[in-house]
């Protein structure tokens, strides 16, 4: 297969999923316009909430991923009716994470009074974050279920659903938020109802519609539930515990700039949410490139077609630096447009603009990372990946920017540096060690786990 054929196959793949990923994302945009207008506290307070919640659902969101490579790597190898039994034990795990998640949601107040977040905010944070806990169990089933799609190479799943949640989201929020048909306004609050109701609505219709759609047909995924197959969960927890860290990793960078920015004032805090939230919004595009990367190398190595893993990656390559390219070019032009469609306030607009710049930056180092990351587990290659965004985002990304932002007071420009050499760092790392990988026989990647 040439490089065109690849690069049309990637593209084909990955439109419904950064469709799907953008409509997902964009409920944490509605949720941040609306609650916006009702001032910068409840912004900030949805900002630091939402946080909190992507941070620890990453860990999830990492760990469930590692059906994608291992459904892509049986379909390549002609074991389509295994499937089932791979989404069976990987069910009782998914039901541990959504109920380890709804507690973590739900004891999140020492964290923010820990981290120095400015008392006033912390109430509605955890009105915010208890509220949407409720839907944690069904977030993690639905994760099953998207990521078993994925694997098949049916990625429209990921964008329907997407779709159908925003599509809820949006009256749900305004019903709840600025309270209607007879509900009481319950701002952040309610931000986080709304998202929970779409998160349990998403899990029972995604599970009809694979019980239905033929596409899923010879999976076995609805026959009788297997029983827990401990040798089976212990390799799902091998490949995929790494990823879960290291997912949450990159997601705790995030999350840590935004607790490091709790302490500076409600108007750093709301700014610092608007830039973020739409550099998230632009990331849902090489973050659905990384994942059809590793659908594609997933096929390939199942057949044993080492040039297909070239190819595959070769074309992600190339499309990722294409999308980040235009998306820094994008953040550059409307800067002030897009502080605007979030808030009134003219001093968070100022600031918005100006770490809009600094998002621009990142676009580069923030898409090589995702889509190297994702050729990576293409291979089942996790361990030593999870070590290097270790370093690159504990042991170097957060204590340049508590460096830059805290200690030579630069604020939130400062601790947006610290970002941008995080990623940095982790983009040539994790390059250098897929480029050390090509380097083998694709026999060496068809076992458990690449070393």
Same mark, same amino acid.
């Given at each position: 297969?040439?490089?065109?054929?690849?690069?049309?196959?990637?593209?084909?793949?990955?439109?419904?999923?950064?469709?799907?990923?953008?409509?997902?994302?964009?409920?944490?945009?509605?949720?941040?316009?609306?609650?916006?207008?009702?001032?910068?506290?409840?912004?900030?307070?949805?900002?630091?909430?939402?946080?909190?919640?992507?941070?620890?659902?990453?860990?999830?969101?990492?760990?469930?991923?590692?059906?994608?490579?291992?459904?892509?790597?049986?379909?390549?190898?002609?074991?389509?009716?295994?499937?089932?039994?791979?989404?069976?034990?990987?069910?009782?795990?998914?039901?541990?994470?959504?109920?380890?998640?709804?507690?973590?949601?739900?004891?999140?107040?020492?964290?923010?009074?820990?981290?120095?977040?400015?008392?006033?905010?912390?109430?509605?944070?955890?009105?915010?974050?208890?509220?949407?806990?409720?839907?944690?169990?069904?977030?993690?089933?639905?994760?099953?279920?998207?990521?078993?799609?994925?694997?098949?190479?049916?990625?429209?799943?990921?964008?329907?659903?997407?779709?159908?949640?925003?599509?809820?989201?949006?009256?749900?929020?305004?019903?709840?938020?600025?309270?209607?048909?007879?509900?009481?306004?319950?701002? /952040?609050?309610?931000?986080?109802?709304?998202?929970? $109701?779409? !998160?349990?609505?998403? %899990?029972?219709? #995604?599970? *009809? +519609?694979?019980?239905?759609?033929?596409?899923?047909?010879?999976?076995?995924?609805?026959?009788?539930?297997?029983?827990?197959?401990?040798?089976?969960?212990?390799?799902?927890?091998?490949?995929?515990?790494?990823?879960?860290?290291?997912?949450?990793?990159?997601?705790?960078?995030?999350?840590?700039?935004?607790?490091?920015?709790?302490?500076?004032?409600?108007?750093?805090?709301?700014?610092?949410?608007?830039?973020?939230?739409?550099?998230?919004?632009?990331?849902?595009?090489?973050?659905?490139?990384?994942?059809?990367?590793?659908?594609?190398?997933?096929?390939?190595?199942?057949?044993?077609?080492?040039?297909?893993?070239?190819?595959? /990656?070769?074309?992600?390559?190339?499309?990722?630096? $294409?999308? !980040?390219?235009?998306? %820094?070019?994008? #953040?550059? *032009? +409307?800067?002030?447009?897009?502080?605007?469609?979030?808030?009134?306030?003219?001093?968070?607009?100022?600031?918005?603009?100006?770490?809009?710049?600094?998002?621009?930056?990142?676009?580069?180092?923030?898409?090589?990372?995702?889509?190297?990351?994702?050729?990576?587990?293409?291979?089942?290659?996790?361990?030593?990946?999870?070590?290097?965004?270790?370093?690159?985002?504990?042991?170097?990304?957060?204590?340049?920017?508590?460096?830059?932002?805290?200690?030579?007071?630069?604020?939130?420009?400062?601790?947006?540096?610290?970002?941008?050499?995080?990623?940095?760092?982790?983009?040539?790392?994790?390059?250098?060690?897929?480029?050390?990988?090509?380097?083998?026989?694709?026999?060496?990647?068809?076992?458990?786990?690449?070393?």
């Amino acid at each position: 297969m040439n490089l065109p054929t690849h690069l049309k196959q990637t593209i084909v793949l990955t439109l419904p999923l950064v469709a799907g990923n953008v409509a997902t994302l964009s409920m944490s945009f509605v949720d941040t316009v609306m609650v916006g207008h009702l001032g910068a506290r409840e912004l900030a307070a949805v900002g630091l909430g939402g946080a909190i919640w992507m941070t620890y659902t990453l860990f999830v969101i990492g760990m469930t991923m590692v059906l994608a490579p291992l459904i892509s790597h049986l379909t390549g190898e002609g074991k389509r009716s295994e499937v089932g039994v791979l989404v069976h034990q990987m069910f009782y795990l998914s039901l541990l994470m959504g109920g380890v998640l709804w507690l973590a949601l739900n004891s999140s107040q020492l964290l923010l009074i820990w981290v120095g977040v400015e008392p006033d905010i912390i109430p509605l944070v955890m009105d915010y974050l208890e509220a949407i806990a409720w839907g944690a169990p069904m977030f993690a089933l639905f994760l099953l279920l998207r990521f078993t799609g994925e694997g098949l190479s049916l990625t429209r799943t990921t964008m329907y659903f997407g779709f159908l949640g925003l599509i809820i989201n949006i009256p749900a929020n305004y019903i709840l938020i600025f309270g209607h048909l007879g509900f009481p306004q319950m701002g /952040a609050e309610g931000a986080g109802y709304a998202s929970s $109701l779409v !998160q349990w609505l998403q %899990a029972i219709s #995604i599970a *009809i +519609f694979v019980w239905l759609n033929p596409a899923f047909a010879g999976t076995r995924i609805f026959e009788r539930l297997q029983p827990p197959n401990w040798k089976e969960i212990k390799r799902l927890l091998h490949l995929g515990l790494p990823i879960g860290i290291s997912v949450f990793i990159e997601g705790s960078l995030f999350g840590a700039v935004a607790l490091l920015l709790g302490a500076l004032g409600t108007t750093v805090v709301a700014a610092h949410q608007v830039a973020i939230n739409f550099s998230g919004l632009l990331f849902m595009i090489p973050l659905g490139l990384s994942m059809a990367i590793t659908v594609r190398i997933g096929n390939a190595v199942g057949r044993a077609d080492m040039a297909g893993v070239r190819n595959a /990656a070769k074309a992600g390559a190339i499309l990722v630096m $294409l999308t !980040q390219i235009s998306g %820094a070019s994008l #953040i550059l *032009i +409307f800067a002030d447009q897009i502080a605007q469609l979030y808030t009134n306030d003219p001093a968070v607009i100022l600031m918005v603009a100006e770490l809009l710049v600094l998002a621009a930056i990142f676009q580069i180092p923030d898409g090589i990372q995702v889509a190297v990351a994702g050729a990576l587990r293409g291979l089942k290659d996790t361990r030593v990946p999870m070590f290097y965004i270790l370093i690159a985002y504990w042991g170097v990304g957060i204590p340049s920017g508590y460096y830059l932002g805290r200690h030579l007071d630069h604020g939130a420009a400062g601790v947006w540096w610290g970002l941008i050499i995080g990623l940095s760092v982790a983009a040539l790392l994790l390059s250098m060690r897929f480029l050390h990988l090509l380097k083998r026989p694709v026999t060496d990647f068809r076992g458990e786990t690449s070393v």
